[in-house]
């Protein structure tokens, strides 16, 4: 009987133990979460954090308790700073944010995005770079010893240039203020710097859910770690995404525009390009990709392999100091010349191999090497001619179908290929081409120009005393060429080459001459019983080809050197 009495008795007891259990454990959950460590909770967001991710808030500060305060106006305001900061307008968002620190000089949410603001600027002026350190001074000051400072510091330990510090200054912000997703974005960037991939990619989506996937630059970098890790299915993916989101982002842009190169896809990529360098006409990256279409190498998982041509040129720049210090060793000079012959250098590996010859004419092979170098400039010069580089078919066969019906020269008539006999009065000309088009520069010369993403055209009709058709200068003028283009011609001289040989047929290509003064002329010349045309350009102005179609009868019966045409292709 008393077993039997007892049980009931026992298993109330163990009832009121759970019960209370139970009871203690939500009460201390509702504690924890009242007065623990706060914590952000993300949303989902895509290539974000897992949905419902905790990240502790740390000592980040709560920068909107102040904006509560200030006018509906100046809130207005504020968002609309941060807002265009995130999507990369970066210029705009400094100038709102610059007048809210002047208004509200204590109210740390317009410092703080002003900092960061300067912080994402491609070009940063003295007066803003000054007022910047003004303003990372107070913030510095007033959020001692937190992740503010120390992300604050990192900045500015890596413009004094010292990386390591700066890295791990930006890995204690974090691990103090993990919520501030402009941390998480720094450290992932130097991260990258770093080669730091995996880790660089986890900053990266941390970012982009702190952000609510409104941060601009968080797709960029998250895109570029996939991408120079070699995961080119991840980057498109982002990009892909991104720029839906973002759809005048210049580096998610340029990113498109490398993974169709990779892909042979050379047309989209070319146009891709030209949209970003109509947007940014100044983005030195778009540039020189538009300058290396078709050369690029998709980088590897053991990191961005390059091309040939690129590692020719870090070969190059190891070689060039060493030979500086060590001149009369020749067996640096000659890798030096080999290096330059590998980067199409022909000049520059030229000078080496002829300086090795003068010192010792026995030196192996040196005879070889020079031999070597004149069959490579030959096979780049046959290209040229030929059209065997496939760069180029691309570009002229690109230029031929984008133009459209309404243009004033369709593709027989572009180089000023008017088709008009010479002799022919200037009546007969204008009643077959439009006046209109046409402004008179000077007594018998007219001259029309017109613009095509990239080039600009200008041809000038010269009319002889009597007002007869008598030759036509063209000068064609390339915004986005950049590059010098040493010892082989640059893309705007090939393309024109190229189109003109299909309309004149194949001509001749005279290689670099030295007209002296400095001067090295590169050209081709079209020769037939009634026309004679020469196209050339002038080394180290890569943006400019110039052009003369005359009649073969006004060439002396003698023939003329090709620097004495030189006059009359700069006269216009």
Not at 123 to 138: K, P
Not at 174 to 183: N, V
Not at 531 to 549: D, Q, S, T, W
Request: aromatic letters at 10%; glycine letters at 6%; a negative charge.
């Amino acid at each position: 009987m008393a077993n039997t009495s007892s049980a009931p008795r026992t298993a109330a007891y163990l009832f009121l133990i759970f019960f209370f259990g139970a009871l203690l454990a939500y009460g201390g959950f509702k504690l924890y979460n009242k007065y623990g460590p706060s914590k952000t909770v993300v949303g989902e967001v895509p290539f974000g954090l897992e949905a419902g991710t905790s990240v502790l808030n740390g000592d980040a500060p709560d920068f909107n308790a102040d904006v509560e305060r200030l006018s509906l106006q100046a809130q207005a305001e504020l968002r609309r700073a941060r807002e265009l900061s995130r999507t990369g307008a970066a210029k705009a968002a400094y100038e709102i944010y610059d007048a809210l620190v002047l208004l509200y000089p204590n109210v740390d949410a317009a410092a703080w995005g002003e900092v960061n603001t300067v912080f994402n600027m491609d070009s940063v002026s003295e007066s803003m770079r000054d007022r910047a350190d003004l303003l990372i001074a107070r913030l510095m000051n007033r959020y001692t010893n937190t992740g503010i400072s120390f992300y604050l510091d990192s900045h500015k330990s890596l413009a004094l240039g010292n990386f390591s510090v700066a890295l791990e200054l930006a890995k204690m912000a974090c691990s103090r203020a993990p919520s501030i997703y402009e941390l998480r974005l720094w450290y992932a960037e130097l991260l990258l710097r770093n080669s730091n991939m995996r880790e660089a990619a986890g900053e990266c989506h941390a970012a982009i859910s702190l952000s609510s996937g409104d941060s601009q630059r968080a797709f960029e970098l998250l895109a570029k770690v996939y991408h120079d890790e070699g995961t080119l299915d991840s980057a498109t993916q982002v990009v892909d995404y991104a720029l839906t989101q973002f759809p005048l982002s210049s580096e998610l842009l340029l990113l498109r525009g490398y993974l169709s190169e990779y892909s042979g896809k050379f047309d989209a990529a070319e146009k891709t390009y030209q949209r970003i360098l109509a947007l940014r006409p100044d983005f030195e990256k778009a540039r020189r990709a538009m300058a290396t279409i078709g050369e690029k190498v998709a980088p590897g998982k053991d990191g961005y392999a390059g091309s040939a041509r690129d590692r020719a040129q870090v070969a190059c720049d190891i070689l060039v100091p060493l030979v500086e210090r060590y001149p009369e060793n020749l067996p640096l000079r000659e890798a030096l010349g080999i290096a330059y012959l590998k980067n199409h250098m022909f000049d520059l590996s030229r000078r080496e191999f002829n300086y090795i010859l003068k010192y010792d004419p026995d030196y192996p092979n040196i005879k070889v090497r020079l031999n070597e170098l004149e069959q490579a400039r030959r096979v780049v010069i046959e290209e040229f001619n030929n059209g065997l580089t496939a760069n180029l078919n691309r570009a002229v066969d690109s230029l031929r179908e984008s133009m459209a019906p309404e243009q004033k020269h369709d593709f027989s008539t572009k180089l000023g290929h008017y088709l008009v006999r010479y002799g022919a009065s200037s009546q007969e000309f204008f009643k077959k081409y439009s006046m209109a088009n046409f402004k008179q520069v000077k007594r018998f010369v007219w001259q029309e120009s017109f613009y095509e993403s990239p080039y600009t055209h200008t041809y000038t009709v010269v009319f002889d005393d009597s007002n007869r058709f008598k030759e036509v200068h063209v000068v064609v003028y390339d915004s986005s060429s950049t590059s010098n283009h040493l010892g082989v011609a640059p893309e705007l001289f090939t393309r024109l080459v190229k189109q003109n040989s299909r309309i004149s047929g194949i001509g001749n290509n005279t290689g670099e001459t030295d007209c002296g003064d400095g001067v090295v002329m590169d050209a081709a010349v079209w020769e037939t019983r009634d026309n004679f045309e020469i196209l050339a350009r002038i080394v180290g102005k890569p943006a400019e080809v110039r052009m003369v179609r005359l009649d073969r009868g006004a060439i002396p019966a003698s023939g003329m050197k090709l620097c004495d045409y030189l006059p009359l292709l700069m006269e216009f």
